[in-house]
């Protein structure tokens, strides 16, 4: 896991499929749900708001090219995945993602910037609450 440091705002901001004014909840929210294996998948589809989230998802598409922002554009200047997932040689994801955050050059950064392999890929496994619950089993497993 690469960068949940670096996207600190990602819980407070909303994902698309849900309403804005709906707020991460936290593990206490469903604290009272006597069924645990209700409660389990209602904690696992809590989670997959921030695995689904486009800032995270951005470096977990199923596809060679990186996302960005918050509508998913695709990546600009346009890169590719390379075989071991941090781009081709002369467009390196490190060439232009140091390992911080550039502010000034508005570049965001973190230690070993690269796509997340394959097997990792979220962009798109959003739609029912099952695929949430498949998407976080799957993360588990891993
Ligand atoms: C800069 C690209 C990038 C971004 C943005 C990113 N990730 Fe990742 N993520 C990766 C890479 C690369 C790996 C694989 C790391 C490894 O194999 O050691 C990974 C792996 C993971 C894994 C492990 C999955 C598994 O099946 O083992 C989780 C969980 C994860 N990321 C969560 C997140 C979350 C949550 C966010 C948003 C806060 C996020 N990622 C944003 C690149 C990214
Ligand atoms: C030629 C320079 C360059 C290369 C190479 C490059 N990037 Fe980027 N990338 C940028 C810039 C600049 C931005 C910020 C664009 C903006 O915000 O307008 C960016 C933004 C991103 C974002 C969006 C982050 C967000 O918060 O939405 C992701 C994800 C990303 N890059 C992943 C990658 C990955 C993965 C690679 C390697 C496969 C890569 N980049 C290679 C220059 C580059």
Known sequence: ????????????TSPRSVSPSETLRGPDAFAKMADKTARSRALFVEATRVL???RC???HPA????LQGDRQLM????V?????????VGMQCGTCHQDHNLELARVPGAPKWALAPRKMAWVGRTGS??????????????
């Open 80 to 88: 590719q995945r390379g075989s071991d997932n941090d781009g081709v």
């Open 129 to 142: 609450r099952w695929k949430s619950i498949r998407l976080m089993s799957d993360v588990c497993e891993m």
């Open 63 to 66: 596809g060679d090219s990186p």
């Open 1 to 12: 896991m690469v960068l949940l440091g670096s996207l600190p705002y990602v819980a407070r």
């Open 75 to 78: 990546h600009d200047p346009p």
């Open 57 to 59: 998802s951005n470096c």
């Open 52 to 54: 689904l989230h486009p």
